[in-house]
């Protein structure tokens, strides 16, 4: 089963949405691990070393692009797939999101769980 071996790391300050997503992929059979804000996000990631990060932009503490920004600047960061899961649209998104390498960019409101869940496998494969 492909997502036997995977490792996903939320990161989201609304724990209602990030527990429903871990739920989600837990039930999948994901290795799941949620961070609040980006500094904790990129602590996780450290440690936990994901395949995959769901990130938010918008957060308190660290915004997500700045802790995307600082997790490229790592070698045991440069290349972990990312998913933006966001409400804010690509329009006004922080420029410097396009120069960091994102798999993906969601708004959440746009996407159902289960959309998402598919976008992740392909991002997986």
Not at 29 to 56: H, K, Q, R, W
Request: aromatic share 8%; with cysteine; charged share 25%.
């Amino acid at each position: 089963m492909l997502n036997q071996k995977y490792k996903i790391a939320i990161i989201e300050d609304e724990h209602p949405i990030a527990d429903m997503y871990r739920f989600k992929l837990e039930n999948e059979g994901f290795l799941v691990s949620v961070a609040y804000n980006g500094e904790e996000g990129l602590m996780l990631c450290e440690t936990f070393m994901p395949n995959l990060i769901l990130l938010d932009i918008r957060m308190p503490v660290m915004s997500g692009d700045i802790m995307l920004e600082k997790l490229r600047s790592t070698n045991w960061g440069k290349d972990i797939r990312v998913i933006v899961l966001t409400n804010i649209s690509k329009d006004e998104a922080p420029l410097r999101l396009r120069l960091l390498n994102v798999d993906r960019y969601i708004v959440k409101a746009h996407h159902t769980p289960k959309q998402i869940l598919e976008i992740i496998y392909e991002v997986l494969r």
